[in-house]
């Protein structure tokens, strides 16, 4: 059913600015600009319901054209200015596409509507100006031909390049009016050879425009760019009609855009581009040098001061920083479009904190005007892009921060130079749980495949390393020690690159790294942040320098502290020897030092605030060797003649420890149970640390999570291991104990669980891994991207948490477990963590925290406020 | 808290039968025979809660012993025998235990307490048989000895054995009166040489006897057998206090067990054993050889009549058949014990019908008599004990019948003499995916290690082919073709072997295999069940064979057809030439043909009924050569310098096709999306056999089931295909489609799914794994088995389904479907489609049917049947 409405077409004067669905933003901006009294062009406004009716009818509404025809004569009147130039002085007229949500550049514009060879003569006389007159009508054909009638675009700029070269002159405005009068004839050749041409009759020439803005909302990048914003594609788009004005009638003319504070910064103070005697679209196409705005002060202070003005009272009228693009006609200042400027997280933090202090907004607008994920670039390095050379390729933005070092390959190697002192970025087709040593030992990953959810990306973000991942165009031979870049450029071991995980760029050879410096205005804003939110915002950190960093950044405890990492790097043979079975008494004590030490650290960067360590979680066989490395190495001992007694046990060994499914394997608690000497190991060391911290007079605030666990009887076996520990250990501190939920069923059963458990933390990860029945690593490279791609599903669920489905779980078992203990706290320590929309919905489901890596924290912290605004659920303050 | 009572013992004449928990099972008979008037021996009975005061407390309640002394003076009153033998003829009583459920043999019993040597004179002179005398002495010392005492059994037996050796005799009755009295010395000496002795004072015999029937509740034997049974450990048991009568007082004497119908058969006449001047317990050990019960007849006809009246009453007592234990004293019948009988499948059928006909039950309660599980035993091969030899070795009774055939130790092998028409059974370590073909060549299946849950089991059961696994026993060379069973024996390739799936024996050589032999009374007992049941029973079955086979043991449809088993065998070389892109429309043509041939042979033996193609559900890798044995392969090629370029090749495929976590990968419905050709030409296929079933004349019903199903998304899709490939086909016969709900998310999005499909089916072997978050492949070997032996989980939840987990989603999945779309069919047909208790499950919840391998199709007929039954839940009849 097409849409019928009454009236389809609206004057700026008349139109309700509040109805953005029907008028689009672009005509509710106009529209209240001109019951602001700003001297807006006169125009009205087709309605978003005239474009969904002829889409859906391939028609206009019954009436349309004479409500566009009473709404032509107003503005004819209001102006005095008449189309076809038959009754005054002429009227030109652009048609301007304008939705409801902001698709910069996806659709049609047409200017200058209305020009024909006898307008031409009319805007002549009326300016006093043939060359302008001309250049008019050549833009209209040029725009007209391209957008209405698709014509190529290249056809006439090879014109106007001919005619420049003649002149061998750079920009079209030192063309002299005869130029311009041979381009208008080349123009219509050039159609009248497509058996196309541009009507004569202005009216014609709407008429058609308006049609072709209707169109361009069907056309595939307008399509898209909604797929790809998640804009509904019903909703259609208005087309706004105005009198044009001209920049480019001499001295007395430009025209220019502004902000009414620097994007970059926030500072408030106007920040824009002016350009004398031109047309809007020539700051556009960046062909003319511009001038800062500030030249206005000196050249045309009057109008300079009214722009002031204007920007003052938009802001007051948008509460928010403003994008204006003017023209001055002939000494006369036209606004000719508004909206809220796009800006820098660093501007974004400024200017919120400032307009509270200016009074023009309260703290809560403050929060919800900057985005969270925004705040991470702020807290990392960048690179001085003019002191640097242009990036050689690009790849996936997969964890922020730019970082700079040797090009290695291979794991050993990177720990051995990172040993030395030597920075160093780990170059890796794509990483496995293998590779964690390296990944531990670089500054910066970059990987040929893998996305954004990719081992490598995950782990990265989760240490604060900056990543470059699915660089797709390089090519690795790790063997050989090289990578070929785009180009045929072969980068070997050892020379230095560079990458920018915030963006995706790569660079071949030194740039400058640029420290981090987060505005001052940041503090202020997360701490009322702070008193707004009631979610916790905790810490995923291993180590006690990733816990003192995450505490400089807000962190309110540790909410995941992985003990396997601390398996890894000069301990991996003693684990080994455990796994392997030689002498494992005397290694478990080993570890059991080495992971007291681990704990200590983490206790003392958190003194008197929680720490959550969850035991040991992945399958044996991640610490040990590769079988096919092995069995490699045993055919070239083989084949040397030299005995392979040594590798065949080991082959056995690995062998015996292989899984079909490692996911669903014997890890986490299960280990836990078949070898409990290593959670015993474990719980000791914490138990260890409790006590020293305790001695040296801290307030160690430790708790032990347990991982996988899918049936109470779990976690009843842990219980009594923890007991029997802290008996014989002495320690009367209280040391708590909880589960993860990373299975269904640990979920289903969350109420038997609460009994024994004090505490819950969602383990996303692998939660949405075993609700969706998808294993991540298998998963994004061979479909849950071309499920993307084709819209089978319409978000990544381990970016963004999946409410309807694994949501569901989450929030039954928050339920489940607080009826049965009140008291029990309830977090979540997944990747989702750190994503504002799983903030939001962790907000909702009413749990107590969640915990991320430390370089999200700040953002976490917004998003919890905003989750809290947003859903009217601000805390009281406290007293 | 101990459980206190103010009254612990009870004479049987005042005890209330219907006490079980109070009483224990034998107690409660004892009462209740007394109340019908029946012989009983007089005696008393301590309750469950005196024992668990014990146990708790470690000393009996107050007031207890002279309870007991007044319920002995009570006995001594009744039958005018006094303890000690001073005021009277001697009583000798026994001591049983009797818990509230049976757990035969597991704890402790003595007789003839109350004898010593003074007691031996007057036992003479009451009985006049010096010999009877001794021997009852010489039994008490030999009991109390070891029961109470803690000697070692072997140490009494041997100096009997030293006397009957002595004497040139096997039986202990035909040893002298002086060769007893040495008997007593000698056990009293043995005694005496561990610094024990059996007291001489009676009362303190029977106070040390009771004490040590309460300790035996918690031995370790008793511990296990409980664990085994779930049966709570803090029940306790009661214990029995009853006057000894004697059958081996001279040819008048006697002792003997019956049934009151033929365990074996159902057949309802007296069937049992006796044993002339004898004891009870002679009648067990079996030393002397029993006669037949029906002897009586002629020798004492007057007792055999009387017994056939007190087995009549009984079982109108108890409504059902039987089991009773009778001594015959000096011509006065003792009825001793009585307990519903055991019997095997075809006798609970027969007996359970008859009693229906004889009136005794009516026919729900002998629906309710049959365990569903034994009925699968009526419909399979059996070994003929007589005619075969005795088992060489057991392993676990994984898949139930018996089958001969030649061992074979490869898959390729075992398809080749089942080509050629040997009968073959495979001998395999373990068995995966990829010995699929020459499981289906396969009379019987024979695996070292895995259990009854392990990929043999599961494959083996959904065929309905026999199996053992887990012979731990034998050890397999596969490469030289022979296995080495127990004591050395090895058996080559070729030989003739046979298994008993449902024991669990292994045979080597020939056997004779027995037919099966459902009794007649089964389909009038299944015909009941159909009447009762609201469940629907449809089968699993993949071939027209199959199909045809579950037709008549009652199958309502097709639950499941897994097309991927026809991309088996030699189809295999196509499948693989699709995989591998070789011409692949070619062989997509090829297998649409055969597949629309499978699915007509499967529509034809199910005309009417609905049949449910599930598409291709396993990753492609499973219908690939494994890796290993390519590398092996391309070893000797190059070893023998001969060309390698083909297998490395096939080397690049199979690791392209590998994923980390195959359960969780590329397959189902993603595979349907990814890869559409190959659900197309199974859709095809489906469509192609409707229309020539209907050209035929036939009723074709096919469905279409999308395995993997996690999003609404995913089923659109194919529901678009569907439409498109019926549109083409031409087809206007209804063809439902539906999805497997077998990962948690499809549950959780049920409601959305049921908008599009049209059934579900709950896949619930692949639900326990996600929900669980557990690979059975890997889960069984590495820690299921431990966690049920450790008791952390009480369940196999691949056997039964885990009501509380998987279960919930099971349920609200269920639930939600049908609020969104009532007629919604819902199904199960996982492994636990086929038990009991998981149907039980099924009916509650409120399932349509539930689907299962053919030969559990009886069973799951009258375990429906049951569960509306138990649930009150009775359909109206049919009319």
Not at 566 to 585: A, H, N, T, W
Not at 839 to 844: G, K
Request: hydrophobic share 40%; glycine share 10%.
């Amino acid at each position: 059913m097409a849409d019928k409405a009454d009236k389809y077409v609206f004057g700026f004067e008349e139109a309700d600015p509040a109805d953005r669905d029907l008028l689009g933003g672009k005509g509710s901006g106009l529209a209240r600009m001109m019951e602001m009294g700003l001297a807006v062009p006169h125009g009205f406004v087709i309605t978003t319901a005239a474009c969904r009716y002829f889409l859906e009818e391939g028609r206009m509404p019954p009436g349309f054209w004479s409500e566009v025809k009473s709404a032509l004569a107003k503005i004819e009147n209001q102006t005095g200015r008449s189309l076809g130039g038959v009754a005054g002085p002429p009227l030109l007229l652009s048609a301007r596409s304008g939705a409801r949500f902001s698709m910069p550049g996806m659709m049609d514009t047409v200017l200058n509507l209305g020009a024909n060879q006898a307008v031409v003569s009319e805007l002549a006389r009326w300016s006093g100006d043939q060359r302008f007159a001309w250049d008019a009508y050549r833009r209209l054909l040029q725009t007209y031909g391209e957008v209405v009638l698709g014509a190529n675009r290249d056809d006439f700029e090879h014109v106007m390049t001919s005619l420049r070269e003649r002149r061998n002159v750079t920009e079209d405005s030192r063309l002299p009016t005869s130029d311009l009068v041979a381009a208008v004839r080349q123009f219509r050749m050039l159609l009248a050879a497509q058996d196309s041409e541009v009507p004569v009759d202005p009216m014609e020439q709407l008429r058609k425009a308006i049609v072709s803005v209707f169109e361009s909302w069907n056309s595939p990048r307008a399509y898209t760019y909604r797929r790809l914003h998640d804009i509904p594609h019903h909703l259609g788009t208005a087309c706004n009609i105005q009198m044009m004005v001209f920049g480019n009638l001499g001295v007395d003319s430009g025209t220019g855009v502004y902000f009414t504070r620097d994007p970059a910064t926030g500072q408030h103070e106007m920040f824009g581009d002016y350009l004398p005697n031109a047309q809007g679209e020539d700051v556009v196409a960046g062909i003319r040098q511009t001038l800062p705005i500030s030249v206005l002060a000196d050249t045309h202070p009057e109008i300079h001061a009214e722009l002031e003005a204007v920007g003052s009272s938009l802001e007051d009228a948008y509460s928010d920083m403003c994008d204006i693009e003017f023209t001055i006609e002939k000494g006369k200042l036209w606004i000719l479009q508004t909206r809220v400027g796009k800006r820098s997280a660093a501007a974004a933090v400024r200017a919120a904190v400032e307009m509270v202090e200016e009074g023009l907004i309260d703290r809560q607008t403050a929060l919800m005007r900057v985005e969270p994920g925004q705040l991470e670039q702020l807290l990392v390095h960048g690179i001085a892009e003019d002191k640097s050379p242009p990036p050689a390729f690009f790849g996936l933005d997969a964890s922020p921060g730019a970082a700079m070092g040797k090009a290695v390959f291979d794991v050993r190697r990177a720990v051995e130079m990172a040993g030395e002192g030597t920075p160093v970025i780990l170059v890796r087709w794509e990483t496995t749980p293998d590779d964690i040593e390296g990944l531990f030992a670089s500054e910066g990953i970059l990987t040929s495949h893998g996305g954004k959810t990719s081992h490598a990306a995950v782990v990265a973000r989760a240490m604060g390393t900056p990543a470059v991942t699915g660089a797709a165009e390089i090519s690795i031979d790790a063997e050989q020690g090289h990578f070929t870049a785009p180009g045929g450029l072969r980068v070997r071991e050892g020379e230095t690159i560079a990458i920018d995980g915030t963006t995706g760029r790569v660079f071949i050879g030194e740039v400058e790294l640029v420290e981090p410096s987060p505005p001052a205005e940041l503090e202020m804003l997360l701490g009322w942040a702070d008193e707004m939110r009631r979610l916790g915002v905790w810490a995923n950190a291993d180590t006690g320098k990733d816990a003192a960093r995450a505490a400089e950044l807000g962190a309110q405890g540790i909410g995941l502290a992985r003990t396997e990492h601390m398996f890894m790097g000069d301990r991996l043979p003693v684990v080994r020897r455990i796994i392997m079975d030689e002498k494992p008494e005397k290694a478990l004590l080993e570890l059991q030092q080495l992971q007291a030490e681990d704990f200590i650290a983490l206790l003392e960067a958190m003194d008197g605030k929680p720490v959550v360590v969850r035991l040991l979680d992945p399958p044996l066989h991640e610490f040990l060797p590769d079988r096919w490395d092995l069995r490699d190495q045993y055919d070239q001992l083989r084949a040397a003649g030299e005995p392979t007694a040594e590798v065949e046990r080991t082959i056995e060994v690995v062998r015996s420890w292989e899984e079909t499914n490692p996911m669903l394997g014997l890890r986490g608690v299960r280990l836990g149970i078949i070898r409990p000497s290593l959670y015993r190991v474990q719980i000791r060391a914490a138990l260890q640390a409790i006590r020293r911290r305790v001695e040296e007079g801290g307030d160690p605030r430790l708790e032990i999570m347990v991982p996988l666990v899918a049936d109470p009887a779990e976690m009843e076996r842990v219980r009594d291991m923890l007991a029997e520990e802290r008996a014989a250990y002495e320690v009367d501190r209280e040391v708590k104990l909880g589960n993860m939920v990373e299975i269904p069923r640990a979920a289903l059963m969350a109420g038997d669980l609460a009994r024994i458990s004090e505490f819950f933390s969602f383990g996303t990860n692998d939660l949405t891994q075993t609700t969706f029945g998808l294993s991540r690593d298998d998963a994004e490279v061979r479909f849950l991207n071309t499920y993307l791609a084709d819209g089978v599903l319409s978000h990544n669920p381990f970016q963004s948490l999946d409410e309807t489905g694994v949501g569901r779980l989450v929030e039954w078992a928050t339920a489940e477990g607080k009826a049965v203990r009140p008291d029990l706290s309830v977090g979540l320590c997944g990747e989702h963590g750190g994503d504002p929309a799983s903030i939001d919905f962790c907000h909702r489901v009413g749990l107590d925290y969640v915990s991320m890596s430390p370089p999200r924290i700040p953002g976490a912290r917004l998003a919890a406020a905003q989750a809290a605004i947003r859903n009217g659920d601000i805390p009281l303050p406290r007293t």
